[in-house]
């Protein structure tokens, strides 16, 4: 019987641990660079205004949620962007994506988004719209504000340094339920129209809660008991996740962001049946075969006010947030580092 059991743990545990090996992607090597370091303090005023002046951002408040396109679009405006609007309709009614396009017109296109609804939940809600509070409506700011304070400043420091790659940068509605893994999903939306329009896509990177994090030990949690071999403890890193077909594409994603300073990047590359590997807008992507990767500081695995009334701006750490978005500059300007570096 003894031999039995070590037989079954032996098959069980073993290709667990030789699967989660491969996913967290070792030996990546970093690649240095020296892009400019996002502000911080842009970051936390464009949090602020989202989650306070402009909540609740949620789908049964439209007007909220056009008032927050229209400062993520008049924002886009100011950098000089290519700025245009797609409208994304849902039971008759209309609501928009705001994406600001920079580098070249044609070529292979890097898509970077985030999406700028917040969760509310409907269910709780009296007929009057008015009658919302933070115990049904979240304010928003890690989830998903964060995500667009980072879309923001990439666009401010794009315009200011062009990429030699077409890229856009994408404000998304409706990732939130009850759209959530749906049709109607904003990001679904823009992944359909650039599938259409024969657009050849690199890489999509959604930006989805990037602002929270711990150095207590104990604060990270994993959705399978394994990873705790692979991962630390303490919810000090941002977290980039992907699905097994993207592992070479998440390899250069590490690389660029490790090499832009000293914020510790983990990763993973798991099937969707893993908990949180499809849960925000790249998942939208991979369903028209398009490669994408989430930058996460993992959601609800760290951040305990997550979906609640606690997600507030004054929780968020907006220097580790500027690195996250740095690494991501980073990446997006890899052709120029690599050749400077062959020079």
Do not use: C
């Amino acid at each position: 019987m003894r031999q039995l059991l070590a037989l079954g743990f032996f098959l069980l545990v073993v290709p667990l641990v030789a699967a989660l090996a491969v996913a967290v992607q070792p030996f990546v090597v970093a690649t240095p660079s020296r892009v400019p370091l996002p502000d911080a303090e842009r970051l936390r005023a464009h949090v602020q205004h989202l989650s306070e002046a402009l909540y609740p951002r949620s789908f049964d408040q439209p007007l909220k949620l056009a008032a927050a396109a229209a400062y993520i679009r008049a924002a886009f405006v100011t950098t000089g962007a290519e700025v245009r609007t797609q409208e994304v309709w849902v039971d008759g009614e209309r609501f928009e994506n705001v994406i600001a396009r920079f580098g070249p017109k044609s070529g292979s296109l890097l898509v970077v988004g985030a999406h700028y609804d917040s969760h509310g939940d409907q269910r709780e809600v009296p007929a009057d719209p008015h009658a919302h509070s933070r115990e049904t409506h979240t304010p928003g700011a890690d989830d998903n504000a964060s995500g667009v304070a980072g879309l923001l400043e990439l666009a401010r420091l794009l315009a200011a340094n062009p990429p030699r790659q077409a890229v856009e940068l994408v404000a998304y509605t409706l990732e939130e339920p009850p759209n959530f893994r749906t049709e109607h999903m904003g990001s679904a939306w823009h992944a359909k129209a650039v599938r259409q329009d024969a657009q050849s896509v690199e890489l999509m990177i959604s930006l989805e809660m990037i602002g929270y994090f711990s150095d207590v030990e104990g604060s990270q949690t994993y959705p399978l008991p394994g990873m705790k071999l692979f991962y630390p403890s303490t919810g000090d890193f941002i977290a980039l996740v992907s699905r097994p077909r993207d592992w070479a594409p998440t390899r250069r994603l590490k690389a660029a962001m490790a090499g832009a300073n000293d914020l510790p990047v983990r990763s993973i590359n798991a099937p969707p049946t893993v908990p949180g590997v499809d849960y925000s807008d790249h998942r939208s992507y991979w369903a028209v075969g398009i490669p994408a990767i989430m930058v996460t500081d993992t959601a609800f695995m760290r951040n305990l006010e997550y979906h609640r009334a606690g997600d507030t701006a004054d929780r968020l750490d907006y220097s580790r947030m500027a690195q996250a978005v740095q690494g991501v500059l980073a990446f997006i300007h890899r052709r120029e580092i690599f050749q400077e570096r062959s020079r």
